[in-house]
């Protein structure tokens, strides 16, 4: 490859449909909407090609969002690379004289690995003499990651919102160390993202049932691409050590229900694992008090659930009543302090390692709720309410692919077991709380119901069945 690629002026024709055609673009959109709001770059590779993360706005939905989209530009096409990657061609310049730079989604370059592991080990900084970019990005090395060098990566397939990357390493004896993964976010807000914020905190107070962070890229970017606009700030990428050869306790729990085996054991020890983040948690993270308006909110939420999965779902109608007096029993129950928590966590976020035992992954709070939002303290119930469901999820999904068998016996064991390990470590009985328990169970089996009557409609009974249960125990 020819040296000294110099970033073009101009993005490929061809971005805005390659855009519209990848899993994390969230509108319909044949062709997406793109203006440019700023850029960051990373230092080239030794061979010359430059690497120029371009942050777009894209108009074509109902709600603009803003796009994080890391190009490579090579003087020469990359043999190895896979068609889908290309996004096309643009008339750039190398070492002085005009010529064709081909231009891959970056993250399937090892060479932009490479240099995204470096910035962030090395507390790089991009875009000081670069003002007129509208971005600035800067490294972050974790103040306990060990340094490592970039051996090579490959991208994880099937993901929806982001691109994450694994990245093999080398310690400073040249052995091979344990992976990094690499979260590139690409919808972009302004503000922490809870992801990095609690796993970090969680990895630095030493806690073990979180992957060891690595470091971050933060950046700040102006909101639209008018000169005078407001500037936000957020996190752009997040890394942390990758645990290979594990299995997701989604997995892990079905296939015990599959086997007959009792999960009594395991669920008790992940309800105590699911207590000491949340201790932990609690200790290095502020708390407070719940509000009489933060609770009339919290009401106010779960009633518009109501409403929503009654008109979607409306066999559900004969609940709605009962449903209504249990949120609120809840609104004006005794409640906890709030805290940080996990936001989304069911057994697809908690991997079973061996020899460690239960290890809790993805702390970025539900995708769809404002990321203001995700970054409030919360109640712990939540969380609690949200595993109870995944045991239920677990049930069902062997029921729906065994027709005539029941494993409700299997799901309420699991359940207690972890309600059980939950208490003991928190040394608190989940019992005196259990009226804000329900409301938070049946107010995420409302969000289930809806979902799966537009999507799932076999699945529709693993939710009802769950709202006519806890209606029949309140």
């Not at 991208?155 to 919102?161: D, P």
């Not at 239960?358 to 109640?379: K, M, T």
């Not at 049946?442 to 529709?460: G, H, M, T």
């Amino acid at each position: 490859m020819t040296a000294g690629v110099v970033r073009p002026d101009l993005r490929p024709n061809a971005l805005p449909g390659w855009v519209a055609r990848q899993r994390w673009y969230q509108s319909s959109a044949e062709s997406a909407e793109l203006v440019l709001v700023g850029e960051w770059v990373l230092p080239p590779a030794p061979g010359g090609t430059a690497f120029v993360t371009h942050l777009l706005r894209d108009g074509s939905g109902a709600a603009s969002t803003l796009y994080q989209v890391p190009l490579a530009y090579r003087s020469a096409p990359r043999a190895e690379a896979a068609e889908s990657t290309l996004v096309g061609t643009v008339e750039g310049d190398v070492d002085g004289s005009p010529a064709t730079l081909w231009v891959y989604d970056a993250p399937h370059d090892p060479d932009y690995c490479a240099a995204l592991l470096a910035f962030m080990l090395d507390g790089g900084v991009s875009g000081e003499t670069e003002r007129s970019s509208g971005a600035t990005a800067d490294g972050h090395r974790h103040p306990t990651a060990s340094h490592s060098t970039f051996a090579r990566a490959h991208v994880l397939r099937g993901e929806q919102s982001n691109t994450s990357i694994i990245f093999d390493t080398v310690d400073e004896s040249g052995e091979p160390s344990l992976p990094v993964i690499c979260k590139v976010f690409r919808t972009l807000h302004h503000g922490e993202n809870p992801d990095i914020i609690v796993q970090s905190a969680l990895a630095e107070a030493g806690c073990t049932l979180v992957p060891p962070s690595v470091g971050y890229v933060s950046g700040v970017w102006r909101a639209d691409a008018s000169p005078g606009s407001p500037v936000d700030s957020g996190h752009l990428a997040f890394a942390q050590r990758f645990l290979p050869g594990v299995r997701d306790a989604w997995r892990v729990a079905l296939d015990a229900v599959e086997q007959g085996e009792d999960f009594s054991d395991r669920a008790r020890s992940l309800g105590a694992a699911t207590a000491e983040v949340h201790a932990v948690l609690a200790d290095i993270l502020p708390t407070v008090a719940a509000t009489a308006d933060e609770r009339a909110q919290v009401a106010a939420s779960m009633r518009r659930r109501l409403g929503a999965a009654v008109a979607e779902v409306p066999e559900l109608g004969v609940y709605e009543s009962a449903v209504d007096s249990i949120i609120a029993g809840a609104e004006s129950a005794e409640w906890p302090r709030l805290q940080r928590i996990h936001g989304d966590y069911h057994l697809g976020q908690v991997v079973a390692v061996p020899d460690r035992g239960w290890v809790l992954l993805d702390f970025e709070g539900e995708p769809l709720r404002p990321l203001a939002e995700r970054s409030q303290p919360d109640l712990t119930l939540r969380d609690v309410a949200g595993m109870l469901r995944s045991f239920d999820y677990v049930s069902g999904s062997y029921e729906q692919a065994h027709p005539g068998a029941s494993a409700q016996s299997w799901a309420s064991a699991s359940r207690t077991a972890f309600l059980e390990g939950y208490s003991e470590r928190a040394g608190v009985d989940i019992e005196h709380f259990r009226v804000l328990l329900d409301a938070f169970e049946i107010d995420k089996a409302l969000y289930e119901s809806i979902y799966e009557a537009r999507n799932r409609p076999a699945w529709l009974p693993i939710p009802v069945t769950a709202i006519s249960r806890l209606v029949a125990l309140s």
